[in-house]
């Protein structure tokens, strides 16, 4: 199968990275690679969030 492109490009995929996964004619291979980026975002999503949590706590306690 081949991955849709527009997708990945607005996922945050470089060039590089979609023709990799694009390039890889085992589906099983290019489920994991797909998982793995998924995983880098989610470590940045958990990134921000810290920050957000960091930035209520300076309000909540500014406020009082």
């Not at 991955?3 to 996922?11: E, G, Q, R, T, V």
């Not at 958990?46 to 300076?58: F, N, P, T, V």
């Amino acid at each position: 199968m081949k991955p849709d492109y527009d997708s990945l490009i607005n996922a945050g995929l470089s060039k590089e990275e979609i023709a990799k996964i694009s390039g890889c004619e085992d589906q099983e291979m290019q489920i994991r690679m797909l998982r793995k980026y998924r995983y880098k975002l989610l470590d940045e999503v958990h990134e921000k969030q810290q920050s957000l949590d960091a930035i209520d706590y300076m309000i909540c306690k500014t406020k009082k």
